[in-house]
């Protein structure tokens, strides 16, 4: 019913910066709040940033001061600015969202991409 599209990531120098953008597309009433998160080979995944509807971010302590999170609510994206790379950051970076389908229904479902690659060498 809602399908995640993340795009954007590739392989970059230290110190470096990407942009990687996630479309929600679908049977979608309402996108509340949106989040980055990520997997590096051998560890399990972890949260990067998240984004509310409306309100502040939080972003992990790891890419505080370095990832910026930002969405367009009107193109059904979410974005993930991220600058001064580090080899350490090198992970598939996932999209997730919450998602109300209805408008009759204040259920929530929450959907992830595929995820994009990012690779930071050193």
């Known amino acids: 019913q809602v399908q995640l599209v993340e795009s954007g990531g590739g392989l970059v120098q230290a110190g470096g910066s990407l942009r990687l953008a996630c479309v929600a597309s679908g049977s979608i009433f309402r996108i509340n709040a949106m989040g980055w998160y990520r997997q590096a080979p051998g560890k399990q995944r972890e949260w990067v940033a998240r984004?509310?509807?409306?309100?502040?971010?939080n972003y992990a302590d790891s890419v505080k001061g370095r990832f910026t999170i930002s969405r367009d609510n009107a193109k059904n994206t979410v974005y993930l600015q991220m600058n001064s790379l580090k080899p350490e950051d090198t992970a598939v970076y996932y999209c997730?969202?919450?998602?109300?389908?209805?408008?009759?229904?204040?259920?929530?479902?929450?959907?992830w991409g595929q995820g994009t690659q990012v690779t930071v060498s050193s």
């Open positions: 997730n969202g919450k998602f109300r389908l209805d408008s009759w229904s204040l259920s929530e479902y929450e959907y």
């Open positions: 984004i509310p509807r409306a309100g502040s971010t």
